[in-house]
């Protein structure tokens, strides 16, 4: 039975206890982590890691049984079942993956004929579902109604530029438009600047960077203009030119991309 959730750098482990009291851990591969949050009772927080190479007995030992993989592939599959039915069929895709993956390996851990007959039925119809999924998703971004939703709680750790924008800097990007009031301190700046290192080291063919926030109120203004004319002289040697405008009214972030016709 699994006892805890255990959350390391790389990815994370189950411990469980096995008969006699002992205390056992199971290292996870790379998957959709799954944890009970102690203060909503039956709320599940999910988060992508991976492990790699993690200290300890690694999946592939053999020595996993069914039962202790198979209640975090439930979980997954719970979820990704209710996102469907809210219409959040992005984030449902990936648990659909995620879940099927776990639910797999319950699959080959499982040595009971029957047991195995029934995860290939389930595992069948998560898999129909998924593809469903994917083709919707696929058309919808031909038709250019595709709407992605990607909520990030607070203090929530591991969502970093690349991954959030990874699927859609191509070699057809060729202009950004940036709206944020708020590139004012210096930890705003230093986000701002690894947003541009990301389009100049990406794979698409940034040109200009449009970027429209407002003035510091405070001490700060003068510090705030010249951050961000180092960063202009720094995109000017890779040849991508930053227009930089304030405005006193604007309140909402955006980014917005250009593609080459």
């Known amino acids: 039975m699994v006892s805890s959730l255990l959350w390391w750098r790389d990815g994370f482990a189950f ?4 008969p006699g009291g002992v205390q056992s851990t199971v290292w996870t591969g790379s998957c959709l982590a799954v944890r009970r949050r102690p203060d909503r009772s039956g709320c599940v927080a999910f988060a992508r890691l991976n492990c790699a190479g993690a200290a300890g007995r690694s999946p592939d030992a053999g020595f996993v ?3 202790v993989m198979e209640e975090p592939a439930v979980l997954v599959l719970k979820r990704a079942v209710e996102l469907d039915s809210a219409s959040r069929f992005q984030e449902s895709l990936v648990c659909y993956q995620e879940g099927i ?6 699959l080959k851990a499982t040595k009971n004929e029957t047991k195995k007959a029934h995860y290939r039925e389930k595992i069948s119809g998560y898999m129909s579902r998924a593809e469903d999924i994917k083709k919707y998703l696929e058309k919808e971004k031909e038709d250019g109604k595709y709407h992605k939703q990607i909520k990030i709680e607070e203090n929530t750790k591991g969502f970093s530029y690349e991954k959030l924008f990874q699927d859609y800097l191509n070699e057809t990007v060729t202009e950004v438009w940036v709206e944020d009031p708020y590139i ?4 705003q700046l230093y986000n701002f600047l690894r947003f541009c290192e990301m389009l100049v080291k990406g794979p698409c063919k940034v040109k200009t960077i449009h ?11 003068s510090q705030q203009m010249n ?3 180092e ?22 972030r955006e980014i917005r991309l250009v593609l080459r016709q």
């Open 231 to 252: 960063i202009k002289q720094s995109l000017k040697d890779y040849g991508v030119t930053l227009d930089v405008s304030y405005s006193s009214s604007i309140h909402d």
């Open 15 to 18: 411990r469980f206890s096995e």
């Open 184 to 187: 004012r301190q210096v930890h």
């Open 65 to 67: 049984s069914w039962h």
């Open 211 to 221: 970027l429209l926030t407002s003035y510091d109120e405070g001490n700060g203004k």
């Open 227 to 229: 951050a961000l004319q």
């Open 101 to 106: 993956d776990l639910l797999l390996r319950v």
